[in-house]
């Protein structure tokens, strides 16, 4: 899953290696509804009313893996304020040999919880809050160079309490679509 917000990429954008800069993970999503509770005199109890408002809440988590540590320091001291406040988020969905489809909402940056470096990676967690989530066009390519995936990236568990480095356990592998699995 890529992600931009206002055309800035906050997650891979398709052009950088995998194991420098990651797609979306950790992805949780919560979606819910303004409700507004009636309360009448003497009522055995309040009448929840749906007002129609729709709320999404998109948080999901980035890695990145700088030249040096002054660098990825300098990435998570400056990233909140570097970054668009709010625009047109734009969700690209899929993998090697799918069809990609894209999502949109207006969203605002509400916060990135989580910002922490180990050495030269970075953990960015971004929090975005928009209202109803719609779908666009399928298309026929990554959605960012125009060129097909050619790479699949499988994880091969990577990343440790003790300072693991979670980029350096992304391996490319080419996908066998003869046998649907991994050679």
């Known amino acids: 899953m890529r992600i931009s917000l206002n ?9 950088s290696d995998l194991q420098s800069w990651t797609d979306a993970h950790d992805v949780l999503l919560n979606g819910r509804q303004v409700v507004q509770d009636a309360q009448f005199l003497r009522a055995a109890s309040a009448q929840p009313l749906a007002r129609g408002n729709e709320v999404n809440v998109l948080q999901f988590t980035v890695t990145r ?22 625009g047109t988020a734009t969700i690209i969905c899929g993998a090697s040999g799918e069809s990609l489809l894209t999502a949109t909402f207006a969203a ?6 989580k910002c922490t470096f180990h050495g030269t990676r970075t953990d960015m967690t971004f929090l975005l809050r928009g209202g109803a989530i719609t779908m666009g066009a399928p298309l026929s390519a990554n959605g960012v160079d125009g060129d097909a995936f050619t790479t699949v990236y499988g994880n091969a568990l990577a990343g440790s309490i003790d300072g693991g480095n979670l980029a350096d356990g992304f391996s490319p592998a080419e996908l066998n679509l003869d046998g649907g699995g991994f050679v």
């Not at 055309?7 to 052009?15: P, S």
Request: glycine residues 8%; charged residues 10%.
């Open 65 to 86: 893996q700088h030249v040096s540590v002054a660098e990825a320091a300098a990435y998570v001291l400056t990233a909140f304020s570097s970054l668009p406040g709010s």
């Open 7 to 15: 055309g800035v990429w906050l997650t891979n954008d398709g052009v």
């Open 108 to 113: 605002v940056l509400e916060e990135m919880p």
